[in-house]
């Protein structure tokens, strides 16, 4: 495996053996314990919801433009709290960013690393478009937490906050379906036993594949093809030329997680302000 190390638009080639962020060892959320007391917990893993599947098909947004996962979770999570406001608006809040294609290999890979969104820029752009009126915080969930992810979202649920889930795609991938090529951030408008529910698409995931992907390393893959068309002709061939290679692995500025969102002043969104991080596993 190779490591791509982009700083300030230089790259170091750096031979890992057996470095590959799928390989990653995860621990089943079945078996992390619980932040409920357990009759609250047992409730909890039952499920709550923000919307119906039938509400969510009429009211989600689907995606608003290239690498704009993070300001389309932004518009609906301002629409689950009663403030509308235009994709545009969104989009220009957040300041999506885009990878440039047609850049050298550095500036290329350093745009892969940061297209898109991070979770502050959702937090900051869910503030500006809603005028102040709306918060964020975001929980890490790597490294790996104490908690269990179905009663721990539905408590926040429950309570009125909106989740929007920041994960890396190109973990828990189904056996003969091609590695993704991004991180995408997803709204939960609910959860159920063992189910979560995210729009972006409308979509309905194990919590174990979902706690997964929100447990990650900040590091991407990125595609061997994509890497070797942009070689210039005095690069180093002899790291790539290995043909059993699909993927480098880049660093990636997201921080896989969740981040709830409530009104400003709203008890709720003071909880969440106040709310320290989860313990570490």
């Not at 959320?29 to 509400?55: H, N, V, Y």
Request: aromatic share 4%; charged share 20%; net charge negative.
């Amino acid at each position: 495996m190779i490591i791509i190390h982009v700083v300030f638009q230089q790259v170091w080639l750096v031979k890992m053996e057996g470095v590959h962020p799928r390989e990653e060892k995860q621990t089943e959320t079945a078996c992390c314990a619980s932040q409920c007391p357990k009759d609250e917990e047992e409730r909890q893993g039952q499920g709550a919801m923000l919307w119906s599947i039938q509400e969510a098909v009429e009211r989600q947004t689907m995606q608003i433009g290239a690498s704009a996962c993070g300001a389309t979770a932004v518009v609906d999570v301002l629409q689950a709290l009663g403030i509308v406001v235009a994709p545009e608006k969104a989009d220009r809040c957040v300041r999506t960013r885009l990878r440039r294609n047609e850049a050298p290999l550095p500036d290329y890979l350093f745009s892969r690393s940061e297209a898109g969104a991070t979770h502050s820029q959702l937090i900051a752009g869910a503030e500006q478009a809603s005028g102040g009126r709306v918060l964020g915080c975001h929980f890490p969930l790597h490294p790996r937490r104490r908690v269990r992810l179905v009663p721990w979202l539905a408590r926040w649920i429950q309570r009125g906050a909106v989740p929007v889930a920041t994960m890396n795609m190109q973990l828990a991938v189904p056996e003969g379906e091609e590695v993704p090529d991004a991180w995408h951030h997803q709204l939960i408008f609910g959860v159920g036993p063992n189910t979560v529910y995210m729009t972006n698409p409308l979509d309905v995931v194990s919590e174990q594949e979902v706690h997964q992907r929100l447990c990650s390393e900040s590091v991407l893959l990125i595609r061997r093809e994509d890497v070797l068309l942009r070689l210039t002709a005095d690069a180093p061939l002899s790291s790539l030329s290995d043909d059993q290679m699909s993927h480098v692995v880049i660093p990636a500025a997201y921080s896989s997680g969740v981040t709830f969102f409530a009104l400003r002043d709203s008890d709720l969104g003071q909880e969440l302000l106040h709310t320290p991080e989860l313990p570490l596993l």
